[in-house]
């Protein structure tokens, strides 16, 4: 099996509207391990949430296994959780923030989210969503009720149905697999997928290098207005060299 090499690179902004920057992202290939967090806005703090989130991120250290990785990885996302939850108390409200993460073992990869923040795979020309919204959006559209098109326009699509500090436990989604050489994987915050489309996705990472790329597509967000902060990191597999 080939040896891959990966590539990374992250952009956060803003946007237009935004005072805050209410993003984290975590780029580190050297763990294998890649994040976006959205802090909701909408709460309050959202800040505050997605630097905790991000906080715990950065005290993982390097796995011997992948088990022992995911393993690693969730005990810090529960711990954030409940850094969030105290946050909550002291401050007089909800703290929380969505998550999408990747993480990476030899030639193996986990994708792993709680929110409506995203993962896609770009893979021989072809681009799939890794991830499934949690949002009431995404109920609506599953449930036959709206189209995905009716979707991105409703006047609700930003409310999410699971998110990190929030009540309950914490509950992560996740999708596992191979990694071939010339994958590319995205991670985003919706201030990006609400604005760009899967084919202008598709389009930056078929002809993009991973900082290109993401270059290219905060611009496109910020042509379009950029009414929420927008945060995305693009990785790069390829055999060892290349």
């Known amino acids: 099996m080939a040896t891959l090499h990966a590539r990374s690179a992250s952009a956060t902004h803003v946007g237009r509207v935004r005072e805050v920057n209410e993003d984290g992202v975590f780029d580190r290939p050297d763990l ?50 409940r850094r969030l939850h105290e946050l909550s108390a002291e401050r007089g409200g909800v703290v ?26 770009y893979r021989r020309g072809e681009l799939a969503q890794l991830s499934h919204d949690h949002s009431r959006a995404q109920d609506l559209v599953d449930g ?7 979707a991105r326009v409703w006047r609700g699509r930003n409310v999410v149905t699971r998110a990190l500090g929030v009540e309950g436990e914490v509950e992560l989604d996740m999708v596992d697999g191979p990694l071939a050489p010339g994958d590319r994987i995205l991670l985003c915050s919706d201030g990006l997928t ?30 379009r207005g950029a009414e929420d902060n927008v945060s995305l990191i693009v990785v790069a597999f390829d055999e060892h060299g290349l």
């Open 32 to 81: 294998g391990l890649w994040a976006v967090a959205d802090g909701m806005g909408g709460h309050g703090d959202g800040d505050l949430a997605s630097g905790a989130i991000i906080e715990a991120m950065a005290a993982l250290s390097q796995p011997t296994s992948a088990l022992e990785m995911r393993r690693e990885f969730e005990r810090q996302v529960e711990a954030a959780h």
């Open 194 to 223: 609400g604005h760009v489309q899967d084919s202008e996705i598709a389009r930056a990472l078929g002809v993009r290098g991973p900082e290109e790329a993401c270059a290219a597509l905060v611009a496109l967000t910020l042509e």
């Open 96 to 121: 929380g923030a969505t998550l999408v993460a990747l993480l990476r073992f030899e030639a193996h990869f986990a994708c792993l989210w709680c929110g409506d923040s995203r993962a896609y795979l």
């Open 144 to 150: 036959g009720v709206m189209s995905p098109e009716e």
